[in-house]
T-cell receptor
């Protein structure tokens, strides 16, 4: 199993819908997680961090962490074409090394 | 405030040449990371610096790769005797501290080895 695993997609949703992005992680990855967005040809930009079990909301974005099941997800409400990008899930190992998933490509159709 | 800066933005070099890539982190950030991203791929961890501690070099792919961080701020990634498989975007990120801190990325250096 990869340390941080994501479905590569592409995930296609219509404008205004909820986009759900999922990530699973191995035992080596610690309990701090991050979601980054990366537009084509650009560097990753931080969307949200989540450290505790449960939900964390920030505007149209909600991150969910389930430690028992070892998954973390990102929900994007009222998806816009400008949300079309690759979304990277990342987690820390015990040695503070950050492990990134390969990313999920999201397309929001107008 | 100023973000992470990297230079050059693009570098084309001939196989066998040495290259140096520079990263200037956000002021006050003590942790600095280097990653490599090949076309269409995820981020590959290369090396991590935290303050004055010994760096975590566990991600460097070969001994042709080295990095240093002077004065706890600017970092230079050096690739000696470049190979075509070194072609990628090299990304630098900094964070306020190690551990749980979020990382902020620079714009990257696109390296092409011909």
């Amino acid at each position: 199993q990869k340390e941080v695993e994501q479905n590569s997609g592409p995930l296609s949703v219509p404008e205004g819908a909820i986009a759900s992005l999922n990530c699973t992680y191995s035992d080596r990855v610690s309990q701090s997680f991050f979601w980054y967005r990366q537009y084509s040809g650009k560097s990753p930009e931080l969307i949200m961090s989540i450290y505790s079990n449960g939900d964390k909301e920030d505007g149209r974005f909600t991150a969910q962490l389930n430690k028992a099941s070892q998954y973390v997800s990102l929900l994007i409400r009222d998806s816009q074409p400008s949300d079309s990008a690759t979304y990277l899930c990342a987690g820390h190992t015990g040695g503070f090394k950050t492990i990134f998933g390969a990313g999920t490509r999201l397309f929001v159709k107008a | 405030g100023a973000g992470v800066s990297q230079s050059p933005s693009n570098k084309v070099t001939e196989k066998g040449k040495d290259v140096e890539l520079r990263c200037d982190p956000i002021s006050g950030h003590t942790a600095l990371y280097w990653y490599r991203q090949s076309l269409g791929q995820g981020l590959e961890f290369l090396i991590y610096f935290q303050g004055n501690s010994a760096p975590d070099k566990s991600g460097l792919p070969s001994d042709r790769f080295s990095a240093e961080r002077t004065g706890g701020s600017v970092s230079t990634l050096t690739i000696q005797r470049t190979q075509q498989e070194d072609s990628a975007v090299y990304l630098c990120a900094s964070s306020l501290d190690r551990g749980l801190s979020e990382q902020y990325f620079g714009p990257g250096t696109r390296l092409t080895v011909t």
